[in-house]
């Protein structure tokens, strides 16, 4: 049996899979079984944020793994603190975190923060929570009920009550009533599109919040760990969250969450947990990527591979204006708004040949996550293969 045959038999077909398999990988440059090699605009989803075979993160984790991989929270861990002390400094934000496996554990997180701060705080118990209809929060009966997106809702109900979507950034004043506890947003949609919310709106927004004691929840599961080129996108926006959730880039491929708040006294032990959330490992994995990530922007590194990616894609924009009606995102969460699915779908399918991996968002946006280490000239290369991949068109 092969991997294909042997998936396909004991694996749940919850993917609609592309037929590859990678066996190599080295910064954003992979190889698959065959010897074809790709370049990487995907970095697994914004996740392998120092990219494919670090060598400082893999000899971090491996001198891990030999001495402690887990114990449990039951006891002090030293990487988990000292992670927790890099993200918090990092953020500028005067907060604590709690450690979790995944991007919407670290939502489910957010949203009981919500929950215990709306039943301990006022006169009456509040509990609604206000979202985006084309966000996207995750895949837990919870996270996929806080998801906005119709589509999602079909199965699994009954859910648990007290989400509210809004049309969008304008609509979320009008829903907040006297029950109404946190709004839960992204800066920049990722799956619904790579659209960027206008910053003196969620200016606006955090202030009236913060007026009305609703607490801002910014999902940065997706935009955060310097994918817009600053830590968190709500650095960026210049704003200050009272909830921020991170995950996928954070540990670099090691499943982490984080959900870190300004309600520094809201949980007491047994509040919540996680068995595995913060262990030895994935913390260390967090120190590294904290690390190498803060050392590329300091010395510049960061927005220098920055400017030169999107200065890349604006000419390869321009130059297939036929194709994209819009060149959309920040940083390196970046995307060209196609002019149709048919044609995303075409170049999807193109890419693939031509040695590219690249996403989709929404219907009809072409989403770009490079590794944040990709090479000047993994970044040629790659939009080499996407000319080719679009010629024809
Ligand atoms: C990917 C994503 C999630 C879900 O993360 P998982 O690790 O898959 O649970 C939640 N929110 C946003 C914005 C995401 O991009």
């Known amino acids: 049996m092969n991997t294909k045959e042997r998936d396909t038999k004991y694996v749940l077909p919850t993917y609609a899979r592309t037929d590859v398999e990678f066996v190599k990988g080295k910064n954003a440059t992979l190889w698959d079984s065959k010897g074809k090699r790709y370049i990487d605009f995907t970095s697994g989803i914004a996740v392998v944020s120092v990219g494919h075979g670090n060598e400082r993160l893999a000899n971090a984790l491996c001198e891990q793994a030999k001495n402690i991989i887990h114990i449990s929270n039951l006891y002090y861990i030293e990487p988990q603190a000292r992670a927790a002390q890099k993200v918090v400094e990092t953020s500028g934000y005067d907060m604590k975190c709690f450690f979790a496996n995944s991007g919407a554990e670290a939502n489910e997180g957010a949203i009981k923060i919500a929950r215990k701060y709306g039943e301990v705080d006022g006169e009456i118990k509040r509990y609604k929570i206000i979202t985006l209809k084309h966000s996207f929060h995750g895949r837990t009966i919870t996270t996929v009920k806080a998801t906005g997106q119709e589509k999602?809702?079909?199965?699994?109900?009954?859910?648990?009550?007290?989400?509210?979507?809004?049309?969008?950034?304008?609509?979320?004043?009008?829903?907040?009533?006297?029950?109404?506890?946190?709004?839960?947003?992204?800066?920049?949609?990722?799956?619904?599109?790579?659209?960027?919310?206008?910053?003196?709106?969620?200016?606006?927004?955090?202030?009236?919040?913060?007026?009305?004691?609703?607490?801002?929840?910014?999902?940065?599961?997706?935009?955060?760990?310097?994918?817009?080129?600053?830590?968190?996108?709500?650095?960026?926006?210049?704003?200050?969250?009272?909830?921020?959730?991170?995950?996928?880039?954070?540990?670099?491929?090691?499943?982490?969450?984080?959900?870190?708040?300004?309600?520094?006294?809201?949980?007491?032990?047994?509040?919540?947990?996680?068995?595995?959330?913060?262990?030895?490992?994935?913390?260390?994995?967090?120190?590294?990527?904290?690390?190498?990530?803060?050392?590329?922007?300091?010395?510049?590194?960061?927005?220098?591979?920055?400017?030169?990616?999107?200065?890349?894609?604006?000419?390869?924009?321009?130059?297939?204006?036929?194709?994209?009606?819009?060149?959309?995102?920040?940083?390196?969460?970046?995307?060209?708004?196609?002019?149709?699915?048919?044609?995303?779908?075409?170049?999807?399918?193109?890419?693939?040949?031509?040695?590219?991996?690249?996403?989709?968002?929404g219907r009809n946006t072409l989403r770009l996550l490079p590794p944040l280490t990709i090479s000047t000239k993994e970044i040629d290369e790659g939009f080499e293969a996407l000319r080719s991949a679009v010629s024809g068109l």
């Open 152 to 361: 999602m809702h079909n199965y699994f109900g009954p859910f648990p009550d007290g989400f509210v979507y809004a049309e969008d950034i304008d609509e979320i004043e009008s829903l907040i009533d006297e029950r109404t506890v946190g709004v839960m947003i992204e800066l920049v949609q990722g799956e619904g599109g790579v659209e960027p919310l206008q910053k003196q709106k969620v200016q606006q927004l955090a202030k009236t919040l913060k007026s009305k004691d609703v607490l801002l929840m910014v999902d940065e599961v997706q935009t955060g760990v310097y994918r817009t080129g600053e830590f968190l996108a709500s650095n960026l926006y210049e704003i200050e969250p009272d909830v921020v959730t991170l995950a996928k880039g954070i540990g670099g491929g090691v499943p982490v969450g984080i959900v870190m708040t300004s309600k520094k006294e809201i949980f007491s032990a047994g509040d919540h947990g996680s068995t595995f959330g913060g262990n030895y490992l994935s913390s260390r994995a967090v120190c590294e990527v904290m690390d190498i990530l803060n050392e590329a922007k300091s010395s510049g590194r960061l927005d220098e591979t920055i400017a030169y990616f999107d200065g890349v894609l604006e000419r390869f924009y321009k130059e297939h204006d036929s194709l994209f009606t819009k060149k959309v995102g920040i940083g390196m969460m970046a995307g060209l708004r196609c002019k149709d699915a048919d044609t995303l779908n075409a170049i999807l399918e193109n890419a693939k040949e031509a040695g590219v991996m690249v996403l989709k968002a």
